[in-house]
């Protein structure tokens, strides 16, 4: 089974955007546990442009209040500055099940591609080994083009388990660009060939990115094997005309297979 991470960035944006505490990310957290989502995932960004690291460490108190996952996505190479003591730093200080890897610049408005993994990967692979050593789990950020059918297991998505992730996440951006051309053919089998190569590899397959209630039943069906999807921008969207609960569990409807369509 599909299991569902909540991404609750955007409660932080609105809240950073006044100032003051209000909409509470631990509540809205809260809100999302309470109906059925199976975990809670943030991406601590070292602007602080929404989640802070006093976010970091509340919602890791939360989940483990709840016994469920706490993803924790970051750039390990961004350096450390006021207010950011860096990615590895924040997992050594709340121990995240998960750590998700991100090759993501400062001046990003969000994740849009995934790691390159031709060249020299020791700096990652050590990274990899330091939270491992934390006790997390370890996935890494990928495009779909990691498993095109010419890249040699040298350059593809198969890196990923030579440096030590346990998991690769799929940047599921461009599928759902072709979902809303209606052109999801060419994308989906991308989709479903990285994730076979990944899997042939040993690695669990996330995935995460513009995923909506609208394109999320598709991708599922088609991808092979998907253990989580980490979904926020479109659900909290979603939420403000729904409601969070309600939007909530109808993504989890979708993720166990219990939503017709």
Excluded: W
């Excluded at 990285?194 to 690695?203: F, S």
């Amino acid at each position: 089974m599909t299991r569902l991470s909540v991404n609750v960035n955007k409660i932080a944006v609105l809240r950073n955007s006044r100032g003051g505490r209000e909409p509470d990310v631990v509540r809205a957290a809260r809100a999302c546990l309470d109906a059925g989502a199976h975990g809670i995932t943030v991406h601590p960004r070292p602007d602080a442009r929404h989640i802070t690291e006093a976010d970091v460490h509340a919602l890791a108190a939360l989940t483990s209040e709840y016994g469920v996952e706490f993803n924790l996505e970051g750039n390990p190479f961004a350096p450390p500055r006021a207010g950011y003591p860096g990615f590895v730093a924040l997992c050594e200080a709340v121990r995240p099940a998960q750590a998700t890897l991100v090759p993501d610049g400062d001046g990003q408005i969000t994740s849009d591609h995934g790691f390159d993994f031709r060249g020299d990967l020791a700096p990652l692979r050590g990274h990899v080994a330091r939270l491992h050593a934390l006790g997390c789990r370890v996935s890494l950020f990928v495009d779909a083009d990691a498993g095109a059918a010419a890249l040699p297991a040298s350059e593809g998505v198969e890196r990923a388990a030579e440096v030590g992730a346990d998991r690769v996440e799929l940047y599921t951006g461009p599928f759902a660009e072709a979902f809303e051309r209606a052109r999801t053919g060419d994308a989906l089998g991308s989709f479903a060939h990285v994730a076979r190569r990944a899997q042939g590899a040993g690695l669990g397959v996330n995935a995460g990115h513009d995923l909506s209630q609208a394109n999320l039943r598709a991708f599922l069906r088609a991808v092979p094997g998907v253990l989580e999807v980490s979904i926020g921008h479109a659900l909290i969207g979603e939420a403000l005309y729904d409601g969070l609960a309600a939007t909530v569990a109808r993504y989890v409807a979708i993720v166990e297979g219990r939503a017709g369509g």
